[in-house]
């Protein structure tokens, strides 16, 4: 079982799906949720993918994050999230920029367990792209209560990227069908 710790910081700046502030990459196109057997599915449509990214820029703080596709879970249905699944991408201290095609080659992908702003990464997730979605598969055994994960209201896709230094300077957006 893997470990990590990360403290989940999202903080909407002028969010909400179809945020004509934040870039293509950013902007959540949809998201569906279907269940087969023990294992959960969601996938995670932006409005399009560039050919490349950069990772690790220079104007982005060390050890925060700086790109992530995800997936808010509530499978007790009591309106927080208890869990995330996730593409993440977190700024390495003292490294240099990366522009590449290869999005996850640079990220983790994670099933994160949720306490508040601290998150845990108790498992790794098979997530693919494929052209603009990103397809997030966990297994119901990953977490004691995803079992409960039955229907597409118990989740909420977002996507965050932090481009620069200031709280300002990042872009969130959020779908819940």
């Known amino acids: 079982m893997r470990f990590a710790v990360a403290t989940l910081l999202l903080i909407a700046c002028g969010g909400g799906s179809g945020n004509e502030n934040c870039p293509d990459y950013m902007r959540i196109a949809g998201g569906t949720f279907t269940r087969i057997g023990p294992k959960l599915k969601w996938t995670l449509e932006v409005v399009a993918m560039p050919p490349e990214l950069t990772f690790n820029r220079d104007s982005v703080p060390a050890d925060i994050t700086e ?57 790794a997730a098979d997530i693919t792209l494929t052209e603009n979605t990103f397809t997030m598969i966990i297994d119901e055994n990953d977490g004691a209560d995803l079992v409960n994960m039955v229907d597409t209201s118990q989740s909420t896709w977002n996507t965050f990227h932090r481009f620069g230094a200031s709280l300002d300077d990042q872009c969130v957006d959020r779908f819940q069908p």
């Open 67 to 123: 790109y992530s596709w995800a997936v808010d879970l509530d499978p007790d249905r009591d309106g927080k999230r208890n869990w995330q699944v996730a593409a993440s991408h977190f700024k390495v201290t003292n490294s240099t920029e990366v522009t590449t095609a290869n999005i996850l080659a640079q990220t983790q992908k994670d099933l994160w367990q949720v306490d508040g702003a601290l998150a845990t990464s108790v498992a």
